[in-house]
């Protein structure tokens, strides 16, 4: 095996190793080499190692018993959301996964979020719809668009929502510069979104659920076409 660079050294054997899992190089149920081995192949300390096991220990990807060894697990069935950013970059297979739970997570944050939204939430909400038509490249519009789900899924009032519209950006966002496709005309991005903070800020969850269907349906047709 090849030795690490020394920079970030945890980091870079953690990706190492669940490129290795996810690749089928260590499956599902099998035991990895003993650690002395494994530290020696990637040319890291044990101490190193265990740093990089306790990470993927917490994704769900491995689980160390003492005195037998160190497992792969089945991520499929016990892994956390937390590996989507690595699956969506291992496989791009998972990002129409992702857009179908975005879609409907997206459509039922408006609508939760039309019925609870501050007077406070409601004017941050078009001030950062604002910023969409102001920003002076794709990459920026793209940016400023999540701004405003992110501020959707706080007005909710539900703090998990916020955490999982998190996730979901978290899952694609490295990958963006591939999905930039609605976002290369602010104004258009602009219109496509007003809708949808507008019902929010009017108070009709109808409304505000059925804009965010179609906003979610027209941007995910657009980014898909773009990576086909």
């Not at 190692?49 to 993927?56: D, E, N, Q, Y």
């Not at 409907?104 to 979020?113: F, K, M, Q, T």
């Amino acid at each position: 095996m090849e030795a690490l660079p020394r920079e970030t050294i945890v980091d870079v054997l953690e990706n190492r190793l669940r490129e290795d899992i996810l690749a089928g190089r260590h499956p599902a149920g099998s035991y990895l080499p003993p650690e002395r081995q494994l530290a020696d192949g990637y040319g890291v300390t044990r101490t190193t190692l265990k740093h990089a096991f306790g990470r993927l220990v917490q994704a769900g990807l491995l689980e160390t018993r003492h005195g037998v060894g160190t497992r792969v697990r089945d991520f499929a069935r016990l892994g956390g959301a937390d590996l989507l950013p690595m699956l969506v970059r291992h496989s791009p297979d998972w990002i129409g996964e992702i857009f179908e739970v975005r879609r409907s997570v997206g459509a039922l944050i408006a609508e939760r979020a039309a019925v609870h939204a501050t007077g406070k939430q409601r004017a941050e909400l078009r001030t950062l719809l604002a910023a969409v038509r102001t920003a002076d490249s794709a990459d920026a519009v793209q940016l400023a668009d999540v701004e405003v789900h992110r501020a959707l899924a706080r007005a909710t009032g539900n703090r998990v929502y916020a955490l999982l519209t998190n996730t979901l950006f978290n899952a694609y966002l490295p990958v963006r510069s591939a999905l930039v496709g609605p976002f290369t005309d602010a104004e258009v991005a602009h219109g496509r979104l007003e809708p949808v903070v507008e019902a929010v800020a009017a108070g009709d969850e109808i409304a505000a659920r059925r804009a965010a269907e179609a906003y979610l349906t027209a941007t995910e047709r657009i980014m898909l076409e773009g990576l086909a």
